[in-house]
């Protein structure tokens, strides 16, 4: 009975290696994944308190904007009537919309067709035409700055809704990230159709983009708010105070207005209430596209 208890209680005491290891490993695990739960605590945060102290600000008056309080001791709402009265906030804002709706509609159009073809048809030059369009991610903005205001200005787009449409469409990361999406697709519902008729365009139509709903609303949320935050081009190809876009009569407001940063703050948290509302409206169509438009 005793050597019974003692074998027992030895064997209770030293499992084996591999359950020692195990427990480890369970630990260990635990461990990270905590500590990666308040790194992202931790960056959240970070994240999320510039945004609420812009917003608390905006409700401020001008002597108490600067005092450092995260919130207001006494809220008011005369910094947004001022902006939408006295500053001609509500075009700049009517502005930034209809360019940003317009691009982002006509891109989604045309990257998901070139996308469509170039993961499906077979053509000459294919994989090269698209590894140019791929390559002009390596080119940034201010390179082409100054070669895209010269071919604007002898077309005649400048000062005009044109000329901050056009050469925003384009953009090789939306046909990137389409492309990716539609060599995941299945073949076999592209060529059941075809074999009961239809072309491509009828498959494009029909078949592929109501299956590309959920990388179509992550793209359309990323072309709506990169072009709600356009401000070097519509600076450069607009010299019209009516296509003043947002993000230009917030900097007006800056400079006119360079100690009242009220005003600043409540054009800023107005500017930034579609971005925030697009975001959350999108965020599970946003990690999906994420999770299923990967490298093939």
Not at 9 to 35: E, F, K, L, N, Q
Not at 151 to 179: C, K, Q, T, W
């Amino acid at each position: 009975m005793a050597n019974e208890t003692l074998t027992g209680s030895s064997g209770s005491r030293g499992d084996s290696p591999p359950a020692v290891r195990a427990r480890r490993g369970i630990g260990r695990a635990r461990s990270a994944r905590a500590g990666l739960t308040l790194l992202a605590l931790v960056l959240a945060v970070a994240s999320v308190l510039p945004v609420l102290y812009m917003v608390s600000a905006s409700f401020k008056s001008r002597d108490t904007v600067t005092d450092g309080k995260l919130f207001p001791s006494e809220f008011t709402f005369d910094n947004y009537r001022y902006v939408f009265t006295e500053v001609p906030f509500t075009r700049y804002l009517l502005n930034s919309f209809l360019i940003s709706a317009v691009i982002t509609v006509v891109a989604l159009l045309f990257h998901s067709m070139a996308a469509y073809a170039l993961a499906r048809l077979r053509f000459p030059g294919r994989e090269k035409l698209f590894a140019l369009i791929f390559s002009t991610l390596l080119v940034t903005a201010p390179v082409v700055l100054i070669p895209l205001f010269l071919v604007a200005r002898e077309l005649n787009l400048l000062d005009s809704y044109a000329g901050l449409i056009i050469p925003a469409i384009f953009n090789a990361f939306g046909i990137f990230l389409l492309r990716q999406f539609y060599l995941g697709l299945p073949r076999e519902l592209e060529e059941a159709a075809i074999v009961d008729g239809c072309g491509h365009w009828r498959v494009y139509w029909s078949i592929v983009l109501p299956m590309s709903r959920p990388i179509l609303s992550a793209l359309a949320v990323f072309f709506f708010l990169a072009n709600w935050n356009a401000f070097v081009w519509p600076l450069v190809a607009t010299n019209d105070p009516d296509l003043t876009v947002v993000q230009l009569g917030i900097s007006t407001l800056q400079n006119q207005y360079t100690s009242n940063w009220n005003y600043i703050l409540a054009a800023a948290t107005v500017a930034a209430l579609p971005m925030l509302a697009l975001f959350f409206a999108f965020q599970r169509q946003i990690v999906e596209s994420i999770k299923t438009s990967g490298i093939k």
